[in-house]
């Protein structure tokens, strides 16, 4: 009696816990709208935080609650999309698409360097050393974080500096708030022309440190039919709402450090 006795109460009591917390689990329950799983299925599952949520949970609930819209999510398909606006209801709004583009030209054979780097393959740590290899300050350091923090394998570095496939690129922003240096931009995926430079050095700075560098020399603006370039902080810089993609901007650079694409590159 010695042994059943303090069973029997110990497994009385876990009845009657156990009773308790089903009950409390029931009236403390917070139901939650069957949408916001249909609407998370329909996602990419990345979970990269390009949409600005902590992940795609997150975000098909404040879609679900029209705190987002359904094309918020960048690595989405549009046919996914399309599906959640039925489940929802309401129209699909598809925003512009947008890719990643690093705005360097400075490869190995243009850019000088001020030393050799044997450490840790990073950007972050060859930039906490003067700011990198490279004589030039906002040349890509060509380490290649913005390869690993891809989630999509768009980026890779080639000649030493990142080159962003856009066909893979989701528009997630990772590879922008992983570099160090900030010469990562999101740029219309139609756009095919663009300055790939991203220094704020003058002119007869640049031509000692990269012979692929932008020198403000405003050829490129003076010759543009609709305004859409102009030369601010001894940089080029394209409004891609004004450019036509007509190239005869990168037809005058003599750096040639404006690309132009016949085709959409993305």
């Given at each position: ?19 308790l917390l ?113 004589t030039c ?43 160090p240096k ?85």
């Amino acid at each position: 009696m010695s042994i059943i006795l303090p069973v029997i109460v110990l497994g009385g009591m876990g009845l009657v816990f156990g009773g308790l917390l089903g009950i409390a689990a029931k009236a403390f329950r917070v139901e939650q709208d069957e949408r916001v799983e249909q609407v998370t299925e329909l996602l990419a599952g990345a979970n990269c935080g390009g949409c600005g949520y902590a992940g795609c949970s997150a975000f098909a609930a404040a879609v679900v609650a029209g705190e987002a819209k359904p094309s918020g999510c960048p690595s989405t398909k549009s046919e996914n999309i399309a599906k959640i606006a039925e489940i929802l209801g309401i129209a699909v709004e598809e925003g512009e698409r947008m890719v990643a583009k690093v705005m360097c030209s400075g490869t190995c054979d243009k850019a000088s360097v001020k030393y050799q780097y044997d450490g840790i393959t990073d950007c972050v740590a060859v930039y906490r050393f003067g700011g990198g290899e490279k004589t030039c300050l906002y040349g890509c350091t060509g380490y290649g974080s913005c390869v690993r923090a891809c989630m999509f394998d768009a980026i890779s570095i080639v000649n030493g500096v990142a080159h962003v496939d856009p066909d893979k690129c989701k528009s997630c922003g990772m590879c922008i708030e992983t570099c160090p240096k900030r010469i990562i931009d999101m740029v219309p995926a139609k756009q095919r022309t663009f300055v790939g430079c991203k220094s704020k050095e003058k002119g007869v700075v640049i031509k000692d440190i990269c012979t692929a560098g932008c020198i403000g020399c405003k050829l490129c603006e003076k010759a543009c039919p609709k305004y859409a370039i102009h030369v601010v902080d001894n940089i080029a810089r394209i409004d891609y709402d004004k450019c036509i993609n007509c190239g005869i901007c990168a037809g005058k650079c003599p750096k040639k450090v404006i690309e132009f694409h016949k085709k959409t590159v993305a």
